[in-house]
């Protein structure tokens, strides 16, 4: 059974930095692809990035590029999103989805979710 677990989120000030990790079971990294999405109340999943296996290909959504960073580590099956220069418009529930296939930040592509992570950035 495709399971995935995303945790790391908080409560940080404007400017700091937090890392989410999605850890993946019942599956390996080959061929799949990993997303982070995120959500605000009252309005849809909006893809923040995403990283393709197995050439690690990686895409940023253009408002998080140049502060986030999605990376992995095969051996633990987890994806990391690293997040700098945090500001307030990126509080939001973050989720990490997956499937076969390329990166995409249409959400009805993915099949399998995980449970949303808080990221709550204070001004």
């Known amino acids: 059974e495709v399971q995935l677990q995303a945790s790391g989120g908080g409560l940080v000030q404007a400017g700091g930095s937090l890392r989410l990790s999605c850890t993946a079971s019942?599956?390996?990294?080959?061929?799949?692809?990993i997303a982070w999405f995120r959500q605000v109340p009252g309005k849809g999943r909006e893809g923040v990035s995403c990283?393709?296996?197995?050439?690690?290909?990686?895409q940023n959504e253009d408002s998080v590029e140049g502060r986030f960073i999605i990376s992995h580590d095969n051996t633990k099956l987890t994806v990391y999103l690293q997040m700098d220069s945090l500001e307030p418009q990126d509080t939001a529930a973050y989720y990490c989805?997956?499937?076969?296939?390329?990166?995409?930040?249409?959400?009805?592509?993915?099949?399998?979710w995980g449970q949303g992570t808080q990221v709550t950035v204070s001004s």
């Open positions: 989805a997956a499937d076969r296939g390329r990166c995409s930040f249409v959400s009805r592509t993915y099949r399998y």
């Open positions: 019942g599956f390996t990294f080959d061929d799949y692809v």
């Open positions: 990283i393709s296996f197995p050439d690690g290909r990686t």
